[in-house]
């Protein structure tokens, strides 16, 4: 007789295999109709399969001890990180960090710089109680762009429609290499906190001179330096995904920068450009890619400290947690590319600065530096138990970037669905008012009738009766049938051919 056994290992397969499936059913419509993005699904699928249905079991795979969910966790991003990383530098064309080294030197150096410092203000300012330099420590776990979330964003239909392809490419190579380069920022802060906080406590060299030798040392001369050995001879021949996992196992083993190894590693395979275009059509990688997403990230809506950022002992209120993510969302970024837009090449125009600066996602990224943050402070310790200001400043890590990653996978999920809403509806709107007798000529969203009528008639008008030349044919079937477009649905930008995000010259 049959029996049933209900292991964690059973009920896991079940539940992921289960969830997969019912995803890949609605998948074309949830990416390509509703522009939802996969970490948003999967998160909330994690949410509800750990605190509604309680198949998910974090605690339990871990054997309930709270550091190794802390390893597994950590162990898990790497993974999700690292091939996401060969395959974002795969993806970017040939002899791209050769060729675009000016913006993405801005964006890694100002443009990160000013993010980490923007970050720590912020939060220096609304959580109670939080020394500069504990901000700092927090801040620089959320300066970097996340690849996973930012791929759901610069690929797809929308993508293809409004994003420039320079762009996109750009977001992608930023978006890589910034994930390796959050060391410096972390461990800056870290060292100091270890040798200078409380004297140096517990420590057998204390002092400024000791903490700037170990950040340089360790840091510079070893974790980023040391990346670019490891990756010369393997890169050209390994399969991606395998060379992905090899560079995680052989730098964790040597304890050097295994995120930016990754990333370089897939750009130098894709040096002449020849890979990208040997497996453009091949859908192995995709379908990997995918697969790894949507697990990393229903972990995270398991293993997300919901209950803690209402109920912390009152360390930090939850009114601030809401205005604390909302505010880094906004001012994280944004003024630091505002101020370089001049100096970035593909910042067109004000649209594409303010979306440079507003799509920076915070995501799995985060939650890397966020454990290796937690496994460096459970080191500091005095008299074998952990420091009070490094058990203090691992409480406000755990519950603050937790808070901003999920602020950034909800709010950054649905910009491009609302957004789209909003469009659909303004131009229905508008399309009412201009049928309608006793509204039409109203100016309605700073377009009137006055200025419809111009566009029709001055892209209706062309060749010898003009002097003109003529416009492309797609340009005049949006001039001359405005309305038709509008019924469709279709945004301005679909209409044109090659120009994605930019509007032709006279519209």
Known sequence: MPTIVLSNFNIFCAVMGGFVTLYGLVSHFAKERLYMSEPL???CAGVLFMHGTKWLRPEEYTLLDPMNLEVTTLAFTRLALGVQLVLA???????????????????????????WVASSLLMWALIPNLTYLHALAVAA??????????????KGKFADQNIPVDMQNLI??????????GYPFLFFALYIIKYVGHHGDGQPQTGGGHAMAYWFGETW???????????????????PVVLALFIIGTCGIIGTDDLLACFVAGNVLNWNDEYR????????????????????????????????FVHNHGRIPFYRLVVLGLLILVFRRLPAVWLMARKIRQCHNLTHTLFMGYFGPIGVGAAFYLHVAMEFLHLVQVDGHVREDAEDLREVLHLVVWFVIMCSIVIHGFSV?????????????????DNHPKLKGKDYYGRGEERRKSLKRNMSVSGPQ???????????????????????????????????????RGT
């Open 417 to 433: 669905p609302v957004g789209k809403l909003a469009f659909y509806f303004s131009r229905k709107v508008e399309l009412l008012a």
């Open 41 to 43: 699904i999967a998160v």
């Open 172 to 181: 992608i190579a930023e978006s890589g290499a910034n994930d390796g380069l």
């Open 221 to 239: 001369g070893y974790v980023i330096i040391m990346t670019r050995k490891w990756i010369d001879h393997e890169n050209s021949v390994v399969y």
């Open 141 to 154: 776990c959320i300066t970097p762009t996340d690849p996973v979330l930012s791929n759901s964003i610069v």
């Open 89 to 115: 530098g795969v993806q970017i064309p040939g002899k791209y960090l050769k060729t675009e080294w000016k913006s993405l030197a801005m964006l890694l150096g100002p443009g990160m710089t000013g993010m």
């Open 277 to 308: 275009l040997e497996t453009e059509q091949d859908s192995f990688q995709p379908t990997l890619d995918m697969l790894i997403n949507l697990a990393i990230f229903m972990w995270f809506g398991a293993v997300c400290p919901w209950s803690g």
């Open 466 to 504: 003009s002097g003109l030349p003529l416009p492309p044919k797609s340009v005049r079937v949006h001039a001359t049938l405005p309305d038709a477009a509008l019924e469709s649905g279709e945004s301005e930008f679909s209409l044109l051919p090659n120009h994605a995000g930019t509007r032709a």
